[in-house]
């Protein structure tokens, strides 16, 4: 009996540390979301100011004239595409030709090209240029006074993991140059000015810095094949994506429900159409904004948001978006 007896008292004595041993559970906290705020921003009525937002900050970040550059070079270090400026419209020629003198405005027939209004790098009007080692000729489209900015021709002539090396002259052949173009990866890109003296230019913030700009920019309507200039909002390219609902109420999107929602990352998943030109009918130039149209987006920081536009105009001037968004 005295031996039964310990050996119990040994049993629950061990039973008790053990389970002194084992940590408590703490309780998860509630995910809070954040407020649920405004903002606007003034594009101009003629659309000629481009801005970069960022979500988690409520603030403009970078803002610049949309016809302050022509060409964007990728910089990571692996990256040799490069885009046109869709806010002007510019559209891209391959011409098919080496020798840079024998390129002359013939050489546009039937070539036309423009990059897609989706912003996939493997969709753009010069595509990969590395092997052909071709010229370009180069419509810089209109400036935001809607002059028509001239025609250059262009021969992407290296890239390594540092720089681009770019030649560049008016279609007569005068002013031609060679110029670097460097790389630096804490940019989506490095812009280039194909002006009378060719430049390099920052047009954009860092890339982790923002996650929407507003701006015009050219899309494609595929069933007419034709390019269109529009107003819109665009996703950085930097790991930000987005979806539309218009099903579900504002107030009824969630964290939890965000999550559940399959994300394209297509620069453009925001857009245009979330206004309506001509609402009052007779083809005018008024417009309505589709306030049932609710965005869900989630930034490179991996953080959600709702968002959905409200209005289209400041004291009846358009080219003033203004939107409510929430962090979720």
């Known amino acids: ?15 008790l540390t053990i389970a002194s041993c084992v940590r408590k559970e703490l309780p998860v906290p509630a995910h ?98 590395r092997a052909s080692g071709q010229v370009y000729i180069i419509d810089r489209g209109y400036s935001a006074d809607l002059i028509h900015q001239g025609y250059r021709k262009v021969q992407f002539l290296t890239v390594d993991e540092s720089r681009y090396s770019v030649r560049i002259a008016r279609m007569n052949g005068s002013d031609e140059v060679v110029i670097d173009v460097p790389k630096d990866s804490l940019y989506n890109f490095t812009f280039l000015s194909l002006d009378a003296s060719p430049a390099v230019v920052q047009a954009e913030p860092p890339r982790d810095k923002w996650d929407l700009v507003f701006t015009q920019y050219t899309h494609i309507f595929y069933d007419l094949n034709e390019p269109y200039l529009v107003t819109g909002c665009l996703l950085n390219r930097f790991s930000t994506a987005a979806v539309m609902d218009s099903t579900v109420g504002y107030a009824d999107i969630t964290y939890t429900s965000a999550q559940g929602y399959s994300l394209s990352p297509f620069i453009n998943t925001i857009g245009y159409d979330w206004k309506t030109v001509g609402s009052t009918g007779g083809g005018g130039s008024d417009y309505k904004v589709h306030i049932h149209m609710n965005y869900i987006i989630r930034t490179s920081s991996q953080s959600y948001f709702k968002l959905r536009f409200i209005d289209f105009y400041d004291n009846k001037v358009k080219g003033n978006p203004k939107w409510e968004f929430q962090k979720l």
Do not use: H
């Not at 005295?2 to 629950?12: E, P």
């Not at 903002?39 to 016809?67: C, H, I, P």
């Not at 891209?92 to 030709?97: E, R, S």
């Open 32 to 129: 809070e979301p954040g407020a649920n705020v405004t903002a606007t921003v003034s594009m101009g009525a003629d659309y000629r100011w481009q801005y970069f937002y960022d979500l988690e900050t409520n603030t403009v970040v970078g803002k610049n004239l949309k016809d302050s550059w022509n060409l964007g070079f990728e910089t990571s270090r692996d990256g040799y595409r490069v885009i046109l400026n869709t806010a002007l419209p510019m559209f891209a020629y391959p011409t098919g030709k080496t020798a840079f003198g024998s390129v002359v405005m013939a050489d546009t027939a039937g070539r036309k090209k423009w990059d897609s209004p989706t912003g996939s790098p493997d969709s753009t009007a010069i595509g990969d240029w």
């Open 1 to 15: 009996m005295r031996s039964s007896l310990l050996s119990y008292i040994a049993v629950s004595a061990a039973v």
